[in-house]
């Protein structure tokens, strides 16, 4: 496995890529797809790193906890984190459907 030390730099600007479809980086070449697939194994890396028993914030329950941190986005800056928050698992599912709405909601009126 290698390791890029590479920030990446994804040009949205056509003809290579569009902001909901960033083209190749223009330093090492790597696709935004590969990225995000590398981005999601981190995150479920780190998701099962985390879980732990406590009290889910959303629905007050004692449960299994599971890292919830909404994935970046191409128009944010490459430094940003968004918020994390520990829920059950019901609380994690809902959040991410709450947010894949509002991203097609941001989508839809582009
Ligand atoms: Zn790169
Ligand atoms: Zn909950």
Same mark, same amino acid.
């Given at each position: 496995?290698t390791?890029?030390?590479?920030? #990446?730099? #994804? *040009?949205?600007?056509?003809?290579?890529?569009?902001?909901?479809? !960033?083209? *190749? +980086?223009t330093?090492?070449?790597i696709?935004? /797809?590969?990225?995000?697939?590398?981005?999601?194994?981190?995150?479920?890396?780190?998701?099962?790193?985390? @879980? #732990?028993?406590?009290? +889910?914030? /959303? +629905?007050?329950?004692h449960?299994?906890?599971?890292? &919830?941190? !909404? *994935?970046?986005?191409?128009?944010? *800056? &490459?430094? =940003?984190?968004?918020?994390?928050? &520990?829920?059950?698992? /019901? +609380? =994690? %599912?809902?959040? @991410?459907?709450? &947010? %894949?709405?509002?991203?097609a909601?941001? =989508?839809g009126?582009?």
């Amino acid at each position: 496995m290698t390791v890029s030390l590479c920030k #990446h730099s #994804h *040009p949205v600007q056509p003809p290579v890529g569009t902001i909901l479809r !960033p083209g *190749p +980086c223009t330093d090492c070449g790597i696709t935004w /797809d590969e990225v995000q697939d590398e981005v999601r194994r981190q995150e479920d890396a780190l998701i099962n790193g985390t @879980a #732990h028993e406590g009290t +889910c914030p /959303d +629905c007050g329950q004692h449960r299994t906890l599971l890292r &919830f941190q !909404p *994935p970046s986005q191409p128009w944010e *800056p &490459f430094d =940003y984190e968004p918020p994390v928050s &520990f829920l059950c698992l /019901d +609380c =994690y %599912n809902a959040a @991410a459907i709450e &947010f %894949n709405a509002g991203l097609a909601a941001v =989508y839809g009126s582009i």
